[in-house]
């Protein structure tokens, strides 16, 4: 561990309590905070897919109903 010298800034705390908290944590502990991480990540992601496809949808919707007004 790096000594910080006595420079009280707030990243300097902020990094001696994560680094205190990461070793004080069990390592099972720690696993299951990155599967939970990287499970919410995907459901994130998975979400994020299916706005994407519903707007697309949507938008080809519209477009096709404003090509039926013109032509009338």
Not at 2 to 9: A, F, G, I, S
Request: with cysteine; charged share 15%.
């Amino acid at each position: 561990m790096v000594t910080e010298p006595d420079n009280p800034t707030v990243t300097a705390a902020a990094t001696r309590i994560s680094q205190a908290l990461i070793g004080a944590l069990p390592p099972a502990f720690l696993m299951l905070l990155l599967i939970n991480a990287a499970f919410l990540g995907m459901v994130m992601w998975f979400l994020n897919f299916q706005i994407d496809q519903r707007t697309h949808l949507v938008e080809k919707i519209i477009d096709h109903c404003y090509e039926l007004e013109a032509h009338k």
